[in-house]
């Protein structure tokens, strides 16, 4: 058993260095956005920013780093999907802001999703040649729209996304958070996404910052309108189509607020998963088991085997099980060392990684159950009743 053990720590050990190696060479040479202009050039360019705020989202702290954006050239589009709400000081505060519009969706339109239909809702009210898409978890920082725009202009951007920084707000966030960024990371690779040769896409979908004629030309949330993932099918489209798609680092931009609960965490995160095993209840077994193999086992076969030592009355220079504890903590200082990394890039707080199995089981199950799940359990994304037409 302990001969088992120890080639299995050594082949994880293989394939966790090589995930890692596979990360760090990912993020190099992600573009971070420079400092902002002090003096603008003229004409200046426009940009207008679709904020959606759907029901059961506190759009506070959005909606006031919006309007604390200094660009002159900006219009903002407040877009209040199917019955979302503000504070009355928050709307006396937007209805005196001359760049602001209120719009409000009150019925969902049969074959839309909720959130297709507020952002095309709010792309009809959008003035510039740039406008950026956000949803109010999203939370700019000073001169994020000037900055965002600078490197979409200076690149050649038809879309722009990022990776904003992560804010923790519950001991829930600080364990799975990270986690579930680590795993999503280990799957993508951003040097590839902004590789113009490349078919691979992906980004951040609370923050896309299109060029107006591309995004026309794609067809818009209108040729995605009953699509659960149509940031996904936007970004595929983008690359597909011959436009330049690019990620940047966007920690310095933009924050994305938490979520306090745990069952909120649970249902958001069960529909990337969902996506990503392509709702397959077998690919959803197997990667649920990948899970378990590379970042929960090994770290319980050291711990049973430093048990093991503690109360085998084996000399402990003598037991096979001293081999598993020598190449298990280097598989741990490897794991540790990955989510080091990760907290660089994405300013994230890691103090709970030691608790990476729990993190591991707990993703593992949400894996398996996310195949099982029934659309009207995702919050936000799909209109089911509109899809049904009822």
Do not use: C
């Amino acid at each position: 058993m302990a001969t088992i053990a120890f080639f299995y720590e050594a082949l994880t050990l293989l394939v966790v260095g090589l995930l890692f190696v596979s990360f760090v060479r990912s993020v190099q040479g992600v573009p971070v956005p420079s400092a902002a202009r002090r003096k603008h050039s003229s004409p200046l360019t426009g940009i207008s920013v679709v904020l959606l705020i759907e029901p059961n989202v506190d759009p506070e702290h959005a909606v006031a780093s919006l309007q604390a954006q200094k660009y002159p050239k900006l219009d903002l589009v407040i877009v209040l999907s199917d019955g979302a709400g503000l504070e009355e000081r928050t709307r006396s505060r937007l209805e005196a802001d001359a760049r602001v519009r209120l719009i409000e969706t009150r019925s969902l339109t049969v074959g839309w999703t909720r959130q297709n239909e507020g952002y095309a809702a709010g792309f009809r009210a959008a003035r510039h040649d740039y406008v950026l898409f956000m949803d109010a978890n999203v939370m700019l920082r000073a001169e994020g729209v000037e900055r965002a725009l600078g490197l979409a202009k200076r690149r050649g951007t038809d879309l722009l996304t990022i990776f904003p920084a992560f804010t923790a707000i519950s001991r829930s966030e600080r364990l799975m958070i990270p986690f579930f960024l680590q795993l999503t990371l280990a799957g993508v690779s951003l040097r590839k996404i902004n590789d113009a040769n490349s078919d691979a896409a992906g980004g951040f979908a609370p923050f896309f910052l299109f060029r107006r004629a591309a995004y026309e030309a794609l067809g818009g949330h209108a040729a995605v309108r009953a699509d659960r993932f149509s940031d996904s099918t936007l970004a595929q489209t983008i690359k597909d189509r011959g436009y330049r798609l690019l990620v940047a680092n966007g920690t310095d931009l933009a924050v994305l607020q938490g979520q306090a609960r745990f069952r909120d965490i649970w249902t958001s995160w069960s529909e990337s998963f969902n996506e990503a095993i392509d709702n397959n209840a077998k690919h959803a077994a197997l990667l649920a088991a990948l899970v378990l193999a590379l970042f929960a086992v090994p770290w319980l076969l050291v711990a049973a085997a430093v048990l093991r030592l503690a109360t085998s009355p084996e000399p402990v220079a003598m037991s096979p099980w001293l081999g598993v504890v020598i190449i298990g903590i280097p598989n741990i200082m490897l794991a540790m060392l990955h989510r080091r990394a990760l907290r660089n890039l994405l300013d994230i707080d890691d103090s709970l990684a030691w608790l990476q199995p729990l993190a591991a089981i707990i993703t593992a199950v949400m894996i398996v159950t996310s195949s099982l799940r029934l659309e009207e359990s995702w919050l936000g994304r799909l209109a089911d009743r509109a899809l049904a037409g009822r």
